[in-house]
């Protein structure tokens, strides 16, 4: 009959599908041929093709149930390789040239798979099983019982390769949101965007008209679609009203929140050039109208999964949408009048069904009358008892009389009503109530701001839509302040919602009772849902984790409500007492690819580079991430076998003559204001406000709860004006930290705080040549000298002929050192300036390694000794908490608890065998106890190889360590199977008398 | 610290160069520039002479303000909003703080001997941070710029929103940022250090609208 080779269930004529023009496509490894305008689903079944997967426990063949996203059996996997994409719906896959699906769950092919076996142990895998069946031997569980398990049930496998294609993220803002493009949504969104409010409506669907594209109405005397386009071609013309077909929303969050999916180029022919594969998009409306119309339900009977047994509303749309014929001989199951337009779709496509079962005793006699008019059997008062055949074959019917009576077909069309595509108004908490009238849920209480039109709030009729969206729209759009009137409702030829009266009987027991499945995704039957309650497991969230009824990719669209109503009818509590699970986010699968957007990979978090950057770069460092920053590590030469030779190399250059490193990263906030003095007092532990101008000094700040907080160095550049330096790490944090102080604690001080981090490049210049090498590069050479720029003084100078420069003699080293900062826009200068002047001395460029190494020399704390749990007496810095002022953490650090002599306290270890490496992380036991954590004394915070020295030296954090100087301990560090005798010191290795500080 | 050097500057220094945070894009674009409407999207660097952060004194706000107009001929402008007089704006940037974007390099200032753009401003009435090399700004105009922008901007920039004056403090890619209407289209400053992330993002961003260098 059909005129297309490869296509023999596809109409000659009639729907929204481009015959001019084919896509290839393949399937299970064979070739298949369809249209623009197809979904997977519809192009394999004008092929023929009924077997779309087996089911996620049994492995039964499974076909195609829907026409849309609620599809819970034709899941596919879509793409290979690394762009493998599981679970993904036939049914909303638009067509596109190339495209490669495979079916899962079957090993070795569809037709013939042999973890259909499953099927004979069924009994193991009723509800609960996994709670039941593998408990015992319980180690069993873990490396048998569950990898089994998980290799036979599931769906199917994700890809193993980073994901290839690219995403990225949008945010828009408008007055009304749209959440659906059918009839009141298009209403809604033309009410309102006719008023010149910003509006944007978002469809799941390749092309807007939702229920309209399926069905034969018809508005203003176009057909349905022509009505449509002409509505989106307005829309598509306001120029505050953005549409976004392929665009699923996923979720609602507060404050007008919604989180939405756009497949830009994604299962398009032609995608445009820099087209990401999705866009995510947050959408900001203060407004919203839910338009996402009704999902159809099924009925519960014994073989309802399978391949042939349709919704009817889904046999609609392949009829009249995609001009496919589901079945040659098909008959429909209906227990509403709805059911009944299938009829007229049938007999449009010119196949009849071979009967109509309608399980009303009482019909509408203008029914009566159409079947027999088309000559069609009509069974009324008969109920379905089960579906047989592989692939559907026949049914077995017990008619009014309460006979049974088979009767041969291949589709099944089955009209049970229709359920609210509600699951978005619970988003935010919000339940779902019972609708006596319609037999189904809608929606309670709705987000703030949401309206609900049409189907979504049980309103099924088209008139109904179209009222709602008109009233809604201009109603949100009225709200945001905009005027105008309603649209004209078109003249429409559809008929009314019509009569219904829902099946919710199952056969619970017997051998139809474990074939009638209520969740086919997850393949819960009807007798799942009886042991269930038989054991207790009776409430609807009890309910959902005992049977997995209503999990998965579907979130059970379909399967929900015919679950709790057979629970209702086993307890006698009735569906509204029952009552519904709640919905969250998201209610379609997203891909973790949309989350991430462009963050990924090396842009996951923004880099920060110093202006040195460049330079260092030339200069070959290796570099290293310290927060966003890149710092440079250490800068290997020529012939350096390993890291450690460098950074021996660059620490005994700095020690002997002159070194250069990049201080750039740490925090300098800019303190000025009358009060400036007296809030620093509050902010530091030590007194502040003694600092003479000119001169810096080591700060010490603790939290409110005592604890070290951050330390760093406080210069004081006029009377009211002072820099603060921070570590790296912490430079946002005690930027806060201030802002708090400054706004919260102390409103009355006239205190200003800027940072300046970004505005200077810094260079530590470190070793006995560093003043040489300073004084080549300042304009005034003298004003360096030791007595006019003494220890921890600050001066003001310019570089390069009257470049600002701001030189401190600080050192973190031990040697003579200064730090250098210049606008950042010199700091490429600089350093080129620093490493000029410095050849004569054989300046030696260091990263973050040497700089640890040299601080541990000095038993500086840091990082790893400022970890959040450490106090000023566990550093030995007890003697800074200034008892003249208070400031913040004072009441708490001076607590006992937290100068307790028993604390972990800072010293130094060595190796006894000094050949012997120490490692960062070792935990220090005594020599004579088993190395277990009853017996830990402490750890080992930070190690380094001394070259100086000549061994392995750390700091270490140990129970009474100041007083235990000289003591032989065991560091062990379990995770390396080291253990190795160290002997506690003083934490300062070298130059204990700062000598060369001062030099 | 403000860098004070004559421009006819001893030639042995040269190699003391100021250098933007990106070198990528030309550097000179005027900042009155009108923007090509027929671009979908254009990118430029603007890099202006000066740039001083400003905080006023906690107590003496109003007097403050006074003189901050007095000074720069222009309001300081109230949280969410910039002033601008020719081509220097004063940009809000925080609680009491705002940025002060300059014309001319320093040394070549009009006010005349003291070649000290801030000459005038009392340090005890507002603080002055120099800010010059601190930030990176783009100019992004163009038809979509908005379109652009709102890949990873959460801030509404309609015009009825965002309006001609309007300023705000907001991350884009996980980077602060300053962000305010500037011409036809937008400016946005970035701290120097993320200056080549936020350019990636931008080119990235504008990719689907044909960006277009200036």
Redesign the interface.
């Given at each position: 009959m059909s005129g297309i080779p490869g296509q023999p269930r596809r109409l000659a004529e009639g729907g929204l599908i481009d015959r001019a023009r084919t896509i290839e496509f393949r399937f299970d490894g064979r070739d298949y041929r369809g249209h623009p305008g197809d979904t997977l689903a519809s192009a394999l079944l004008a092929a023929g093709v009924r077997r779309f997967g087996r089911s996620f426990k049994y492995h039964r063949l499974r076909g195609v149930m829907t026409a849309g996203p609620e599809e819970p059996n034709a899941l596919v996997t879509l793409g290979e390789g690394a762009r493998r994409e599981p679970n993904t719906r036939a049914t909303t896959i638009a067509l596109h040239q190339g495209l490669v699906a495979e079916s899962q769950n079957r090993w070795p092919s569809l037709d013939v798979d042999l973890l259909s076996l499953n099927q004979l142990i069924a009994p193991f895998l009723s509800a609960g099983f996994y709670y039941k069946t593998f408990m015992w031997p319980r180690a069993f569980w873990e490396r048998v019982y569950e990898p089994l398990i998980r290799r036979a049930a599931g769906l199917g496998r994700a890809a193993q390769a980073p994901d290839p294609d690219h995403y990225e993220k949008a945010v828009a803002h408008c007055d009304l949101l749209v959440i659906g493009a059918g009839p009141a949504g298009l209403m809604a969104a033309l009410a309102a965007g006719r008023t010149g409010a910003r509006v944007i409506i978002v469809d799941e669907d390749e092309r807007f008209g939702g229920r309209l594209l399926s069905e034969a109405d018809r508005l203003d005397g176009l057909a349905a679609p022509a009505w449509v386009d002409g509505i989106a071609a307005e829309l598509g013309s306001l120029p505050e009203t953005r549409l976004l077909p392929r665009t699923t929303l996923f979720g609602i969050y507060d404050g007008g929140v919604h989180g939405a999916v756009e497949r830009v180029a994604d299962q398009r022919d032609a995608a445009p050039a820099h087209a990401p594969r999705q866009r995510m998009w947050r959408i900001h409306a203060r407004r919203t109208i839910l338009a996402t119309g009704a999902i159809e339900r099924p009925m519960v009977f014994s073989g309802n999964d399978r391949p042939g047994v349709m919704l009817a509303g889904a046999a609609r749309s392949y009829l009249t949408r995609y001009a496919v014929k589901p079945a040659k001989a098909p008959v429909i199951l209906t227990s509403c009048d709805d059911g009944w337009r299938t009829l007229d779709a049938l007999v449009a496509a010119k196949t009849p069904p071979v009967a109509i079962i309608d399980s009303r005793e009482m019909i509408d006699p203008a029914l009566v009358q159409a079947a027999k008019s088309a000559g069609i059997p009509l069974h009324t008062g008969a109920r379905i008892v089960a579906a047989h055949g592989r692939d559907l074959a026949r049914i077995s019917i017990r008619t009014a009389s309460g006979a049974e009576q088979k009767l041969a077909c291949d589709g099944l069309f089955v009209a049970n009503g229709w359920n609210p595509n509600l699951a978005l108004t619970s988003h935010l908490g919000d339940r779902p109530v019972y609708d006596e009238a319609i037999a189904a849920f809608v929606p309670g209480q709705t987000p703030p701001g949401m309206a609900v039109a049409g189907a979504a709030a049980g309103r099924f009729s088209l008139e109904q839509a179209l009222t709602d969206g008109a009233r809604l729209g201009i109603e949100a759009a009225t709200e945001c302040g905009f005027a105008g009137a309603q649209p004209a409702l078109p003249v429409i030829e559809a008929p009314g919602a019509g009569a219904h009266k829902p099946i919710w009987q199952a056969p619970l027991s017997g051998k139809h009772a474990k074939t009638a499945f209520v969740d086919q995704q997850n393949d819960v039957t009807a007798a799942d849902i009886a042991l269930a309650h038989r054991e207790g497991f009776r409430a609807v969230e009890h309910l959902k984790r005992y049977t997995t009824l209503g999990m998965a990719t579907d979130q059970g669209k379909t399967s929900n409500l015919p679950g709790l109503a057979i629970m209702a009818e086993l307890t006698g509590r009735g569906i509204a007492q029952t009552g519904t699970t709640m919905f969250r986010p998201p209610a379609s699968p997203v891909a973790i690819g949309a989350l991430a957007g462009p963050h990924r990979g090396n842009r996951f978090r923004p880099t920060r580079r110093t202006p040195g950057h460049d330079w260092a770069q030339e200069a070959g460092a290796i570099f290293v991430e310290s927060g966003p920053w890149l710092r440079a590590q250490y800068f290997p030469r020529d012939g350096e076998a390993d890291w450690l030779t460098s950074v021996d190399r660059e620490v005994s250059a700095v020690r002997a003559g002159v070194g250069v490193c990049d201080v750039t990263t740490l925090g300098k906030i800019d303190v000025q204001g009358r009060d400036a003095a007296a809030f620093l007092d509050f902010v530091y532990a030590n007194l502040i406000s003694t600092l003479p101008v000119g001169k810096a000094r080591y700060g010490l700040m603790l939290r409110e709860d005592g604890f070290i907080f951050d330390d760093g160095t406080v210069a004081r550049i006029a009377e009211n004006h002072f820099l603060v330096s921070t570590t790296t790490a912490n430079a946002a944090r005690v930027m806060q930290h201030m802002e708090l102080c400054a706004q919260w604690h102390r409103p009355d001080d006239d205190v200003r705080l800027t940072s300046i981090s970004e505005a200077y490049a810094q260079y530590a210049l470190a070793g006995p040549r560093a003043r040489d090498v300073l004084a080549a590069i300042v304009d005034e050479p003298d004003a360096v000298s030791a007595e006019n720029l003494p220890y921890l003084g600050v001066r003001d100078l310019t570089v390069g002929g009257g470049v600002p420069a701001r030189i401190f003699r600080l050192s973190f080293s031990g040697e003579l050192a200064y730090e250098i900062a210049v606008p950042a826009q010199y700091g490429d200068a600089a350093i080129r300036a620093i490493m000029a002047a410095g050849e004569t001395f054989r300046i030696t460029p260091y990263g973050t390694e040497a700089l640890g190494v040299m601080r541990i020399e000095k038993g500086h704390a840091s990082g790893p000794e400022l970890n959040g749990q450490t106090t000023a007496h566990d550093l030995g810095l007890g003697r800074m908490l200034s008892k003249k002022k208070d400031f913040i953490g004072k009441a708490m650090a001076l607590r006992p608890a937290l100068t307790a002599p028993e604390r972990p306290r800072l010293v130094g270890i060595t190796p006894c065998d000094p050949g012997q490496r120490l490692r960062a992380g070792a935990h220090i036991l005594p020599t004579d106890k088993p190395a277990s954590a009853a017996h830990d004394q402490g750890w080992v915070t930070s190690v380094a190889h001394s070259p100086e020295c000549g061994h392995w030296i750390g700091l270490a954090l140990v129970s009474h360590g100041p007083e235990r100087i000289g003591e032989t301990l065991r560091a062990v560090d379990l995770l390396r199977g080291e253990d190795i005798a160290v002997r506690l010191c003083d934490p300062v290795f070298i130059d204990k008398e700062g000598a060369r500080l001062h030099g | 610290?403000?860098?004070?050097?004559?421009a006819d500057?001893?030639a042995?220094?040269l190699?003391?160069?100021?250098?933007?945070?990106l070198r990528e894009l030309p550097l000179a674009m005027a900042s009155d520039a009108p923007c090509e409407l027929d671009d979908d999207v254009f990118i430029a660097l603007w890099n202006p002479p000066v740039m001083i952060?400003l905080?006023?004194?906690?107590?003496a706000a109003e007097q403050a303000r006074a003189h901050l107009q007095a000074c720069l001929g222009m309001p300081a402008p109230e949280p969410g909003r910039t002033s601008r007089r020719g081509g220097e704006r004063l940009v809000w940037s925080g609680?009491?703080?705002w940025l002060f974007i300059g014309e001319s390099a320093p040394g070549e200032s009009a006010s005349g001997e003291s070649a000290d753009w801030s000459a005038g401003l009392d340090?005890?009435l507002v603080?002055m941070?120099?800010?010059?090399?601190?930030?990176a700004i783009f100019r992004i105009g163009g038809r979509d710029a908005a379109e652009a922008l709102?890949?990873?901007?959460?801030v509404?920039l309609?015009p009825r929103?965002f309006p001609q004056d309007a300023v705000a403090i907001t991350a884009i890619?996980?980077?602060g940022v300053i962000l305010w209407r500037e011409g036809d289209g937008f400016a946005l400053a970035t701290?120097?250090?993320?200056a080549?992330?936020v350019l990636?993002?931008l080119t990235?961003?504008a990719?689907?609208f044909g960006l277009d260098w200036n």
């Open positions: - | 610290m403000v860098d004070r050097r004559p500057r001893d042995t220094h190699a003391w160069k100021p250098l933007a945070a952060g905080s006023p004194r906690r107590d609680l009491d703080q340090p005890d603080a941070t120099d800010q010059t090399g601190a930030r709102a890949k990873g901007c959460f509404d309609h929103a890619a996980h980077i701290p120097r250090s993320t080549s992330d990636h993002w990235e961003s990719a689907e």
